[in-house]
């Protein structure tokens, strides 16, 4: 019997014993394998400094879309319909020379600091709506009036940003968008986005504002062109490009100073990164271009062409990673969000 009672404490005193040994082996192979995981990554010293500009840019990019939204958009409501039971087709549009921005604020009650969500369901697309501007009050007021209630009736979360260009220097329409694209979304992580002339309103709200799988150009036809496509590669006037197309491509360029050039480069830009440009049917993708004299500071760019042959070697390194501009103001209109920014000189 007292036999029996020792060898129980010696095999219990063994299985302690080996017990520890056990947990001590997993520990030390725990600390052996974890410290390979302060090897140091060697980087290719070849590394362009274009790569490490888009890199760069891609960081703050994804900082600035993580901040926290001003949307108020409910997680409770039912998602839209895929199609808009709101779409009314081809509208008859009206230019008063009467009218003024109160007028319009009143006809948009829904509207808060530029921005709209459909109050009775989720929308499927969050679009910002970016316009160059300077000195174009009377047509910014225009589009305002009809644009609203265009892109109400999609049932679309949007909001418009008008980027105005300070000071006297040439117009550069180009560098406005890539700004607006870079401060918008600082407000919200915009996956779609509209390059919108101000002189441009759409007639068809079958003619969607969303964007594709690729680059759309939405313009096939307009009053003063009989509503025929202006020429077989014309990518301007209004354009639709998700923001991880717009990046890939590097944005706009920033050296078209003055009227026209920069939609050509875009659409090059475009085709260099095998992308196909998409359009809606011409029956529907149908403006009116609100008549107006050519601006002062907005003079022919008499450079266009030769800087549409560089396009192919410039891409990479002119566009949003290397766009310079000092914003001056951002104001939080009912109908709009204006930011004025300072882009400099040619």
Known sequence: MGLCTALKKV????????????????????????????KTVHVNSASTQTLVRE?????????????????????????CPEESPLLVGASKLSFESSLNLKDVENENKGVTKGEYE???CKA????????PHRNREKHLLYLLQNLHPFLQRQQLHYAIYVIHQAGDATFNRAKLLNAGYLEAIKDF????????????????????YICDQQPKHLVVGRNVTGYKLRYKGYFGGVTAMTKDQFFQVNGFSNSYWGWGGEDDDLRVRV??????????????????????????????NRNRMKLLGQTTKMWRTDGLNSCKYETLSIARYPLYVNITVDIGRQ
Not at 55 to 79: C, G, H, Y
Not at 124 to 131: E, G, N, T
Not at 273 to 299: C, E, W
């Open 189 to 208: 992580s915009w996956e779609c986005f509209i390059f919108h002339d101000v002189d441009l309103v759409p007639e068809n709200d079958h003619n969607l």
């Open 271 to 300: 085709e260099l990164q095998k992308l196909k440009i998409l359009r809606p049917p011409a029956d529907v993708a149908r403006y009116t271009m609100v008549f107006h004299k050519r601006d002062s500071g907005n003079q022919v």
């Open 11 to 38: 095999s219990r005193r063994v299985k302690i014993v080996v017990l520890v040994g056990l947990l001590l082996w997993v520990l030390a192979w725990k600390a052996t394998f974890s410290g390979e995981t302060d």
């Open 124 to 131: 499927m697309h969050s679009v910002a709506i970016l316009i």
């Open 55 to 79: 890199e760069k840019l891609r960081e703050q990019l994804n900082t600035w879309t993580a901040a926290p939204s001003f949307s108020n958009i409910s997680a409770e409501k039912v998602d």
């Open 118 to 120: 459909p109050s009775d």
